[in-house]
């Protein structure tokens, strides 16, 4: 990519670089994706002694890497295994390693809020009530968000976070067929999201995502989820910033 640094058009706005746009981007896919798995997974890592999840299809479904011998051993590792890249503490580290690089974007209240979500994480593994504390990373994840939206007045920084959060949020919807009532309107509020950056990016793809796949009343029953889920994940595959 080319870094390079272009002034917005609105007065009083801080210049992005293309290499800070990819870290808000990827901070809002990856928080966004702790934030959906853990309150999935707080009811399976709860009751895994007689569950019935299906931790090999829903491996298959978010096309992760299934190595587990068992729903214990998928329970844990899942959560807490910093060598298992689809992890859901891998996932927080990145986070947390795209907030450090935006210190001076997001401010320091808002990384608070990251370091404490991961710092709580890292306590689950070795709490007597892990449940307990996932909820206070959601707790903490949602309290950056609130304080994103909160105190950062530049118009692109907040858009393109929410672009990724919402991103990531319909494809994990999609994925694992949650929320299916919410799909369009998530896909609305994505389409929302990126014309108001200044970013370019598939704007033909864009105009589908919001376009007829999501008008049809049958939407969701047939290939047309994976038509969507190519295309959302096309989006920002080549990030370039309007001049």
């Known amino acids: 990519m080319d870094f390079r640094e272009v002034k917005s058009a609105r007065a009083g706005e801080v210049p ?51 190595g587990f011998t068992s ?82 007045t530049d118009h692109n920084v907040r858009h393109i976070l929410l672009s990724g959060l919402t991103l990531e949020r319909l494809d994990m919807y999609l994925r694992l067929d949650m929320n299916e009532d919410k799909v369009a309107f998530e896909c609305r509020r994505l389409t929302h999201s990126i014309e108001r950056t200044d970013i370019n990016c598939d704007r033909l793809a864009l105009s589908k995502v919001c376009g007829e796949l999501c008008e049809r009343s049958d939407f969701l029953d047939n290939a047309d989820k994976m038509v969507l889920l190519q295309l959302i994940d096309s989006l920002f595959i080549k990030i370039d910033i309007a001049a």
């Open 16 to 66: 992005l670089t293309l290499k800070q746009v990819d870290s808000i981007y990827w901070l809002g896919r990856y928080t966004e994706r702790v934030l959906t798995t853990l309150k999935l997974f707080m009811n399976v890592y709860d009751s895994q002694l007689d569950s019935h999840f299906d931790y090999a299809r829903y491996c298959s479904d978010l096309d992760i890497y299934n």
């Open 71 to 152: 729903i214990e051993d998928f329970c844990q590792r899942y959560a807490f295994d910093k060598t298992y890249a689809s992890s859901i503490i891998s996932s927080m580290n990145r986070s947390y390693d795209n907030a450090i690089m935006l210190r001076e974007t997001i401010g320091s209240d808002a990384l608070s809020y990251i370091e404490l979500a991961l710092r709580r994480m890292e306590d689950a593994q070795y709490s007597e009530t892990p449940v307990l504390v996932f909820q206070e990373v959601i707790d903490c994840i949602m309290a950056f968000k609130g304080q994103v939206f909160d105190s950062i």
